[in-house]
């Protein structure tokens, strides 16, 4: 009797771990650099978008489930177009109504 099943194991998720120890020893490497903040800032950014998609596809499963991707990626697009859209209103309140004075 033949049973379809996964065999996925821990072993991904292991190996993800260890690439996310990697790159944060990588960050504390840039950290002690003697560069320039602009440059170092670059880097760091660099590496942190890298660490965050790898927690986000594998220990969040976003690797497997494809229309959780995509919800997850709509959802965090329409909140960042959102705040945006609140911008305006954040330099009104910090600069005062143009017709109240």
Same mark, same amino acid.
């Given at each position: 009797?033949? !049973?379809? !099943? +996964? !065999?996925? =194991?821990?072993? +991904?998720?292991?190996?993800? /771990?260890?690439?996310?120890?990697?790159?944060?020893?990588?960050?504390?490497?840039?950290? /002690?650099?003697?560069? !320039?903040?602009?440059?170092?800032?670059?880097?760091?950014?660099?590496?942190?978008?890298?660490?965050?998609?790898?927690?986000?596809?594998?220990?969040? @499963?976003?690797?497997?489930?494809? =229309?959780?991707?995509?919800?997850?990626l709509v959802f965090t697009v329409a909140v960042i177009l959102g705040l945006q859209y609140g911008w305006t209103d954040a330099?009104?309140?910090? =600069?005062?109504?143009?017709?109240? @004075?």
């Amino acid at each position: 009797m033949a !049973t379809d !099943t +996964k !065999t996925g =194991g821990i072993g +991904k998720d292991v190996i993800v /771990y260890i690439v996310l120890l990697a790159l944060a020893a990588i960050q504390f490497v840039i950290a /002690y650099q003697n560069i !320039t903040p602009s440059q170092m800032f670059v880097r760091m950014l660099i590496v942190a978008i890298i660490e965050a998609a790898l927690a986000l596809l594998f220990f969040m @499963h976003l690797a497997d489930n494809r =229309g959780l991707r995509w919800f997850v990626l709509v959802f965090t697009v329409a909140v960042i177009l959102g705040l945006q859209y609140g911008w305006t209103d954040a330099f009104r309140l910090s =600069g005062g109504v143009p017709w109240s @004075h």
